[in-house]
């Protein structure tokens, strides 16, 4: 079975379509970006979490959610995947301490 990242954001858009009555997806956008990432960063407390307890299925299943959760947040800004890529693409140009560098005026 093959389901990609795109497949999943596709997903996620057509969900955003439907009534929060019948969809997570619509229930998360309509309270709002804020909510939305915070979400997002609590999937990311318990990816961490799952990585360090080692338990291998767990880290899965919890990165599933949190990849799931970044892409809500990414369609209640109107980002696409596809420009995340393209930001990925760019950094590889250089190699990964010359990029990291490139940021720390940030």
Do not use: N
């Not at 019948?22 to 939305?36: M, P, Q």
């Not at 915070?38 to 599933?64: N, Y």
């Not at 949190?66 to 393209?86: A, I, M």
């Amino acid at each position: 079975m093959s389901f990609t990242l795109h497949d999943l954001e596709k997903r996620v858009a057509e969900r955003a379509t439907a009534s929060a009555e019948v969809s997570y997806t619509r229930k998360l956008i309509d309270r709002g970006t804020a909510h939305c990432a915070k979400k997002f960063g609590e999937e990311a407390v318990e990816t961490v979490l799952a990585a360090v307890s080692e338990d291998r299925d767990r880290l899965i299943g919890e990165t599933a959610d949190l990849l799931y959760h970044l892409l809500v947040v990414l369609r209640t800004r109107d980002v696409k995947l596809v420009e995340v890529e393209e930001a990925l693409a760019q950094r590889t140009k250089r190699s990964g301490l010359e990029e990291k560098a490139s940021r720390k005026g940030d």
